[in-house]
């Protein structure tokens, strides 16, 4: 059975008799409403720890004040048994006021990385998922922490952050779970009218029309995007924040084909915000 904690000390009990034993500890950071792509997380971390800790926390300060915390979807009783299911043994489930305490004012950012992409239209997000994140770190002092690669721009600051600051886990990634139409799962599908999910995998249908361009065609990486875009359009996504090629270590834009490069895309579709990215080349 699942042992959920919401308090600092139950959890250090805890950790504490697992350190005793010596046991490997793989943490799994999300916000609830957990899906398919969680469950990968959870059986990648099973493959790599003893024991798992799934932290479950809406946190708030990774959210602007126009953005959807107060309508993201909240399913704590329908998470708590995914994660029995698979076999979790900590779900840490914190108050705001225990991950936040009142004197907390501390921020992390990395500019370089955060302000392109998603950062760009979004410049409350990273901040507050750096912050949240290295907290979580500290708190639980993991050997391994999970995350997936459909939020590759979080993935990479992750990384960047855990390298300078020298915290402790080994970050492992986790290749996006698609749906059988290949839209990528997240728990913002569940803003989608059901004419809308018919629309939205040609998000990375499109991706893969993009890549094809470029690697089989030799089309002009530009001329690629710009098509794509309108495309989108054409296909009923409501306005898009962007599509790009990108070098996927730094996340600068590039604009010929490279060992490295990714495909990223972020498009409305209705009041969903959907995201993706594809490597360019298969192999890497």
Partial sequence: MTNVIDTLSGLTRQLEEWRHQHHSIALIPTLGCLHDGHRALMRAAQDKADKRILSIFLNPTQFAPQED?????????????????????VVFMPSVATM????????ITLPELSNRLCGQHRPHHFPGVLTVVARLFQLTRPDYAVFGEKDFQQLQLIRRMTSDLALSPTIVAVPTVREADGL????RNLYLSAHQRRIAPHLYTTLHHIR?????????????????????QQHGFNSIDYMTLCDETTLAPIDKPQTNARLFAAAYLGQARLIDNLALYEDH
């Avoid at 990528?184 to 728990?187: D, G, R």
């Fill in 100 to 107: 936040y305490p009142p004197d907390f004012c501390t921020q």
């Fill in 69 to 89: 915390l107060a309508n993201y979807p909240h399913t704590p009783d329908k998470d708590k048994a995914l994660a029995d299911k698979e076999g979790i043994d």
């Fill in 212 to 232: 094809n361009r470029i690697i089989n065609d030799k089309a002009n990486v530009t001329d690629a995007l710009s098509d794509a875009q309108k495309s989108l």
């Fill in 184 to 187: 990528a799962v997240s728990s």
